[in-house]
């Protein structure tokens, strides 16, 4: 066993008394409102710098010559705190000011705010400068009430610590006080009781009804270091991702049961989508601004909610299945989005499969993409190597038994046939095969001990153990803005 320092979300569902409901609502308007008035001045100190640029210009100056001259600087989270704590007022004893109210509340909630709009308008600029991977960042705009996300992050003094679980059902908030899990917390407690857990801060968001705490920690995880012998016994498995199943393996999930190869879309989703299209019709049903709409909504977005929980709960049963079944898995090394493309493209959705009527298109590459994120992260968890081929490698196009090259077979085919001996299997299968294949080829070219991940390009890379998330691998934010010590406590 190796220990690592790894940061961990472990999140709870809440079960708040009506009174804390009120106030963890308000929490979350505090946090909004200092998000709203960090973006204000921002927005302000950018519209004047704007403003003087092109006065320079109409003055004949060039544009970028403009841009240099005019030195505006836009405010972060330091000066607008130091502004806002000198000009907010004071409700106890008749100051008014902006924020008269601000100690109702914990005081992190305005110093999250503030950090989260620098974030926010970091990702702005450096998407506009090319910087930044993934989609297009746009300018951020302000959080309105019953629109944006219910949320808000407190910290903590780590050496006397606020936010704590006190017994397995109940986590203390600072301020707040305790509120009750609805689960149970008796793992975090263990690992907090042995000091392999720290607490760094929570989140607490409000997702359809429900209210949920995202506690942070930073913990003290054993490795493996070399596979179990059940591992052993699975070996290598070449895993291909898609959308009419989810994952399709080149052997038995488990090895009791002959139909685990292939893992469909969670299939309990069918019915909560058959309940999602009734209350969406009810829905539609109803007079605008009346009750019983407002009421439907509140339907519609509960289901929602749970589709979503329930997906998330399906994906990670089975990456931890597969990372802990497996001593080594492969999987394609392109992007799902590319995949996804492709599949489309192809044709596959037009003609109304099971990936346009089950699926959101959105939700489908948000699954794919989660499952190799979890792989990654769950394979030195459970001591086995995660191999990820090289982006190109033909694994459709290849018969799996004899190796001959089908070129007409593209990814919207369900079948593979081979011309040469006759193969006739689910496509998916053949590649399943294929990337197992191509897995033990560069298992060969590299040496790899276990919780590695293998690029096959011939490196083998230590993955990068702080990114892991636990539970709550469904809010990646977690991890990019939570930095512990980032906060200055006042
Ligand atoms: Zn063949």
Known sequence: MATHEVLRAFRFALDPS????????RYAGAARWAFNHALAIKQAAHQQWRAEVDALVKSGIAEPEARKAVKIAIPSKPAIQKAWVAERGDSRCDVDGSCPWWWEVNNYCFQSGFIDADASWRNWLSSLRGNRDGRRVGYPRYKKKGRSRDSFRLHHDVKRPSIRLLGHRRLNLPKLGEVRLHGSGKRLMR????????????????AGSRWYASVLCKVQQELPQRPTARQRVGGLVGVDLGSAYLAVLSDRLHRDNPDSAVVEHPRRLKLSMDRLVKAQRALSRTVKGSARRAKAARKVARIHHQIAERRATDVHAFTKCLTSNFSHIAVE??????????ETASGRSRRGSKLSSLFNRHLLDASLGE????????????????IV???????????????AQNSRVTVSDSKFSCRDCGLHIARQQNAARNIMRAGRRSLG???????????ARGGAVRPHTRSGVGRAALKREDTRSHRPGAIPRE
């Open 333 to 342: 090394g392109f992007s799902v989005e590319g995949m996804i493309a492709r």
């Open 389 to 403: 081929l090289a982006p190109g490698e033909p694994v459709n196009l290849i018969c799996s038994r004899c190796g």
């Open 445 to 455: 070219s590299v040496t790899s001990g276990s919780g590695e991940t293998i690029n």
């Open 371 to 386: 499952v190799k994120r979890q792989l990654s992260y769950k394979a030195p968890w459970y001591g086995a190597t995660l």
């Open 18 to 25: 009506e009174t804390q409901v009120v106030a963890l609502a």
């Open 191 to 206: 690992l907090a009781a042995r000091g392999q857990a720290v607490i760094q801060s929570v989140t607490v968001s409000r």
